[in-house]
């Protein structure tokens, strides 16, 4: 019998296993193991879990595939580069091979699903320019007035029936597993269009929209030490109360905009032309109106105060209360 065969019945029969065990099994070096392991990983035979040193392997579940094969390779591409799940057990799936998966764990039909996606996405599309969603119109149509110059999203956090989007799925999880890992992987994603965005509206001073969840790992300063701009850092401070009443946590407006207004102070005493704020999710938009609010009221902006944030909810005042 083949040494591959062999590998492939033993999973079977055992369940989860690593190379090392495999090795055992088999009686060879686990340098050759390794060896029939990349075929049949290659072959979408087997797959893995974990990262080294601790690797194991398995046999996918045959889910539904109907319709897989006859999925346009324009739109399979098209998918790729737009589609990531990240499952339950916190594997990360890209591409249309991930789409397929969410496709099997559902029971829908895999091109159907694949036109409606793509349908979906370049509805969503019309709303970018330059990369760009300009989300100043549902500003506006939440605060009566409005400090900030321009808000733009590099994405939109989720869309319906497929959830969350990759930007989306990438800053829920780097956010909430604190691996800093992933948090790099995120920030070398959107490190150029935050400096494209720099570059066109001629920034000199940014500032970093403060988090109100303590974690070992806080992402806005992860985020203002990668993307290591030459641009003068303005000091912006959320407030620590007796009681931590994160933002998130609020569904009201009004008790976003008291909570916005009575926390976040600009400690700043020099203006500045064109400032950047930046901010990972903007739900109600509160703490950043607040922000650029203050910049005016202290007379710190000669220019125009842009804001861009990673994600942005579609319309109204949506919660994003995940991140």
Request: glycine share 6%; net charge positive; charged share 30%.
């Amino acid at each position: 019998m083949k040494t591959s065969l062999k590998i492939i019945n033993y999973l079977k029969e055992k369940g989860r296993l690593s190379g090392g065990q495999l090795a055992d099994y088999l009686g060879i070096s686990t340098r050759a193991v390794r060896k029939q392991l990349r075929n049949l990983l290659a072959q979408g035979k087997i797959a893995k879990i974990g990262k080294p040193p601790k690797v194991f392997y398995f046999i996918p579940e045959k889910g539904m595939t109907k319709g897989g094969s006859k999925v346009d390779a324009a739109f399979k591409e098209f998918i790729n580069e737009h589609y990531l799940i990240i499952t339950p057990s916190g594997e990360m799936k890209e591409g249309f091979e991930g789409f397929v998966y969410w496709c099997q764990k559902n029971n829908f039909n895999i091109k159907k699903s694949a036109d409606d996606y793509i349908k979906i996405l370049k509805k969503y599309r019309r709303f970018k320019k330059d990369g760009l969603i300009d989300g100043l119109p549902k500003l506006r149509s939440t605060f009566p007035k409005v400090y900030l110059d321009k808000l733009f999203y590099l994405d939109f956090y989720s869309i319906e029936r497929f959830g969350k989007t990759k930007l989306g799925q990438l800053l829920l999880y780097a956010k909430q597993s604190q691996n800093t890992q992933l948090v790099k992987e995120l920030i070398v994603t959107i490190r150029p269009r935050i400096r494209q965005a720099i570059e066109k509206f001629n920034i000199d001073a940014v500032g970093f929209i403060p988090p109100t969840v303590r974690r070992e790992v806080q992402f806005m300063k992860e985020l203002r030490k990668n993307l290591r701009l030459d641009l003068r850092t303005l000091s912006i401070v959320k407030v620590t109360t007796r009681i931590v009443v994160p933002q998130k946590t609020l569904n009201k407006l009004p008790d976003r905009v008291e909570n916005a207004k009575k926390t976040i102070v600009v400690n700043e005493s020099v203006a500045a032309n064109n400032i950047l704020l930046i901010d990972d999710a903007v739900g109600s938009g509160a703490t950043l109106n607040e922000t650029a609010a203050q910049l005016r009221r202290q007379n710190l902006i000669k220019g125009k105060i842009i804001s861009l944030v990673i994600t942005g909810s579609f319309k109204g005042f949506d919660v994003i209360s995940e991140v």
